[in-house]
């Protein structure tokens, strides 16, 4: 039987859920705004036979707290008001001795450390490690036996969990704005297909604050849906959840990996395969531009890489679309590291912002650090609008002077002297990328003064 997601179970006045109460088992409190990951949990834990609770906040779960003793508490850390890591001090003074596991999309070393330091049990990334985390609750719980491990999620036929006619399997990834999830379709010929399908989240907080998500995430799919490029990825479909109603968008599922990852090495490639994927990114921008949308947001978390190098970008959620009825100009959108200098002056970015962005992100993938670094959101506004980034051939010797002089040209504090399209940029990249020595090709026209542009 399909299970379809229904907050209807869910009382409105606490945010709670409970099974049903029996005596001899354990109680565990899963504590998640996001109602898909709960009932998922609540699922694999209720096949061990353990009584789960659900809360959707960490205020829900401090008012069960207060009144019910728990043998173990699951958190998700980024949350609309309280976060997991203020749920765990709290628990840990009301119910000193109860184990906290703490769970996240948003994996950083440094949540990872404080959360071992106050105390939790685990701290576990999503998409979460299935093995991991029964391995976990069997520590926590001593039952010297192996809990039983479903092959996959939802493998058990009652307890499959759906978005529209899209079958969750996993959670890849949240931030603020939604949640991504792993999902497969059956179609009309019997064959099953893997996607990624995004699903609005709301803060639940300020309706206003609702309202403006909600614009932007359908402005995200107007914009997918307008670009058809190998470079970017492609939406497939769109439509609304039932109970509750939100939207949600199917896109590929991109077996890739973040940029990030090849910027620190981790992935290898040589410097003429760097030009490569950033020869890639321009093309999907000139299909972007093309259409009279600015991206906006272009950085290492927003694009993928492929086993074979083929790059992917993706995110167009604060992307400006043209007569678009939202007027936010205004508003400071980005990441601070890539910002363009006039993107902190005036919060005003257009296609030129975007090749600075990808000016910064291409250092960074060439020299396997940033061109502009700061502490806090002043230290890289002063970074990026007034200092230079150290020269290229200073940190890598043999670095390409004719990539050099591309990087001086995208990253140019004065709009006017960037590249004013990206098909310049595509044109300089593929003279790179053609010659036979790019070692040997001298700079392009232009590029005479190295100490305007770096730091030597």
């Known amino acids: ?19 049903d109460a029996s005596p001899n088992r354990r109680n565990i409190l899963v504590v ?16 061990q036979e353990f009584q789960v609770f659900e809360a959707h906040d960490a205020q829900a779960a401090l008012s069960m707290i207060a009144v019910k003793n728990f043998d173990l508490v699951i958190s998700d ?20 001795g109860v184990p906290v596991l703490l769970v996240t999309g948003i994996p950083g070393v440094d949540d990872a450390v404080e959360c071992m330091r106050l105390g939790a049990v685990e701290y576990l990334p999503k998409p979460i490690d299935m093995d991991r985390f029964y391995s976990t609750i069997a520590d926590i719980f001593d039952t010297g036996e192996e809990l039983l491990v479903p092959d996959s999620p939802g493998d058990q036929p009652n307890d499959d969990c759906y978005i529209g006619e899209y079958k969750i399997l996993s959670t890849l990834g949240e931030g603020f704005n939604g949640v991504v999830f792993q999902v497969e379709k059956t179609d009309e010929n ?10 609005l989240r709301y803060t639940g907080n300020n309706d206003a604050a609702d309202r403006l998500q909600t614009k932007r995430f359908f402005r995200e799919i107007e914009t997918l849906a307008k670009i058809d490029h190998p470079n970017i990825v492609k939406t497939h479909d769109y439509g609304y959840a039932e109970n509750p109603r939100l939207p949600y968008f199917v896109m590929d599922y991109i077996r890739g990996r973040s940029l990030k990852l090849v910027s620190k090495g981790l992935v290898p490639a040589t410097i003429a395969e760097k030009a490569g994927i950033i020869r890639q990114l321009a ?32 995110d167009y959620s604060v992307a400006q679309l043209p007569d678009s009825e939202l007027t936010i100009d205004e508003e400071l959108l980005g990441s601070p590291a890539y910002i363009s200098p006039e993107g902190f002056l005036s919060g005003k970015i257009d296609n030129r912002g975007d090749l600075f962005s990808l000016g910064a992100v291409a250092y960074e993938l060439f020299l396997g650090d940033k061109a502009y670094k700061g502490l806090s959101f002043a230290d890289f506004a002063t970074a990026v609008c007034r ?12 670095f390409p002077i004719a990539l050099q002089s591309i990087l001086a040209r995208l990253l140019k504090k004065k709009i006017e002297d960037r590249y004013q399209c990206a098909e310049d940029l595509v044109r300089d990249l593929d003279i790179c990328l053609q010659a036979d020595e790019l070692e040997a090709l001298p700079a ?13």
């Open 444 to 456: 392009f026209e232009g590029y005479e003064d190295k100490g305007q542009d770096w730091e030597v």
């Open 77 to 96: 850390i980024c949350m609309p008001g309280l976060t997991g890591i203020e749920l765990l001090k709290e628990v840990r003074r009301q119910q000193a």
């Open 387 to 398: 200092e230079k980034p150290y020269e290229p051939r200073h940190v890598i010797a043999e």
């Open 190 to 199: 019997g064959q099953t297909h893997q996607y990624a399908l995004k699903l």
């Open 32 to 47: 998640d705004d996001e109602m898909q990951i709960r009932k998922f949990i609540r699922i694999v834990l209720e096949e």
């Open 283 to 314: 093309d999907a921008l000139c299909a972007t531009h093309a259409q009279d949308i600015c991206h906006r947001d272009i950085k290492p978390d927003n694009i993928l890489v492929l086993p074979d190098l083929t790059a992917k970008l993706m």
């Open 1 to 19: 039987m399909k299970t379809t997601i229904d907050k209807s179970t869910e009382p409105v006045e606490t945010g709670v859920v409970a099974c």
